[in-house]
């Protein structure tokens, strides 16, 4: 049988809207210094959060968001990879696709960093917000040594496991996004940042996209019942 | 349709693995042509004997570290509604039915099955209507899954960084 993951408790939501409150109270800030954003010259350095997935296909997040920089000209370099610390699958995947694109673009660069992940698959509400609030943490001194100018992320695909049905979680791409925000309005670096809603995503956005909607310059779906839905997000049809 | 494969990715899903095994399906798959069934049964509890018969031979295996090649040498994939199975199997090009399961109705990926079903890239049914949907299924009529477009995106990020 499959037990239904719990309900967010109401001491969770508190403190995950606590922990999102100053953030929340930031946006207005952070869309003035949006507008003063000027023309950015090449190179660019990017950060790319990656994700892990289940599966054992090779489908899923890392390969979700390969294909999309695979495209990508040699102006966006250095590519700064950061992925969960739990994350086993990722690795070898981003190293074979840097191999190919070495060969390509004679100069290209690239970096990979482990962070805490903020909600392992299961973990209750109440502790998530603490592991958020760490991953945050971890995320700042590193968001600040790569000093992005671009920050892309994606949805962390979520599988089934043992089981029991999972939600989508904030997983590395919220701590991130929320640090280089922040690092943005103490006017240390402010990186544009992308987020790139999964393709399974047809009708309804993961929890890291419900939040990071409100976060991000660009909000890309790929889908158009999504894009009616969320005005704000950017539809250039199917991109993976 | 000479071999079948049945993929449940990293979940359990007995009630597929139990309907395709069954001898009705059994029946009605070779009847079509098939002369080799493979079940990727993932972490379920019920793993039904292999067959190697003149006629008809039934792999079983648990997990593999790609399935890539088990994709490439079926003419049809029989999937559950995972988001990863089922783009991969639309991307080697292969006739896709994905088999509902129904306790996990609320389950977010199957919003990715159903408007595959919606476009006619995936046939769709639920175990207990497996069987005849192997009978009356008419492969010819799927539509292609024409590949994404990301260089649409990297026009989209040079817009946006001001490249040219």
């Known amino acids: 049988m499959q037990p239904v993951s719990p309900p967010p408790g109401s001491t969770g939501t508190f403190l995950l809207l606590l922990l999102l409150l100053p953030p929340l109270l930031l946006v207005p800030w952070a869309l003035v210094a949006r507008r003063r ?9 990017l950060l790319v959060v990656a994700g892990s997935v289940h599966f054992i296909f090779a489908g899923g997040h890392t390969t ?10 040699e102006s966006y370099s250095p590519r700064c990879y950061i992925l969960a610390d739990s994350d086993k699958m990722s690795e070898a995947k ?46 700042l001194p590193l968001t600040y040594k790569l000093k992005p100018d671009l920050v892309e992320e994606s949805q962390i695909l979520r599988e089934q496991h043992h089981n029991q049905i999972l939600c989508n979680g904030p997983g590395t791409c919220v701590p991130v996004c929320i640090s280089a925000l922040l690092l943005g309005l103490l006017g240390m670096k402010r990186a ?30 790929q889908w158009p019942a999504l894009k009616e839905k969320y005005p704000k997000s950017v539809y250039l049809g199917r991109i993976v | ?58 792999e079983v295996f648990r997990f593999k570290e790609s399935l890539a090649e088990d994709l490439r040498s079926a003419e049809l994939v029989i999937s559950h509604a995972g988001a990863g199975s089922c783009l991969e199997t639309l991307e080697e090009g292969k006739p896709l039915l994905v088999v509902i399961n129904e306790k996990l109705m609320d389950n977010h990926q199957l919003e990715l099955a159903r408007q595959l079903h919606k476009d006619g890239h995936v046939l769709y049914c639920n175990c207990s209507t497996l069987v005849e949907t192997l009978q009356s299924m008419d492969l010819s009529a799927l539509k292609p899954f024409p590949p994404g477009q990301p260089e649409k995106f990297a026009l989209f990020l040079d817009k946006v960084v001001g490249f040219e």
């Not at chain 1, 979700?64 to 000209?73: A, F, N, T, V, W």
């Not at chain 2, 009705?24 to 798959?29: D, K, R, S």
């Not at chain 2, 069934?37 to 793993?47: E, K």
Request: a positive charge; proline letters at 5%; one cysteine or more.
């Open chain 1, 37 to 45: 954003r000027g023309r950015r010259t090449p190179p660019l350095s």
């Open chain 1, 64 to 73: 979700e968001i390969l294909r999309l920089l695979s495209c990508l000209s």
């Open chain 1, 94 to 139: 981003i190293r074979s696709f840097e191999q190919k694109r070495a060969e390509r673009f004679s100069n290209s660069q690239f970096t990979l960093d482990r962070i805490p992940r903020s909600r392992e698959v299961r973990q209750s509400w109440t502790s998530s917000v603490l592991t958020t609030a760490y991953s945050i943490l971890y995320s």
């Open chain 1, 192 to 221: 544009i940042i992308v987020y790139v809603e999964s393709i399974c995503r047809v009708e309804t956005l993961s929890l890291s996209g419900k939040i990071l909607y409100y976060f991000s310059d660009y909000f890309i779906v």
């Open chain 2, 1 to 58: 349709m000479k071999s079948v494969f049945v993929t449940v990715g990293t979940t359990s899903f007995d009630e597929l693995i139990a309907a395709v095994s069954s001898p009705a399906a059994e029946q009605v798959l070779r009847s079509r042509g098939c002369r080799q069934l493979v079940l990727q049964i993932g972490r379920g509890s019920l793993q039904p004997a292999p067959q190697h018969g003149p006629a008809f031979v039934r």
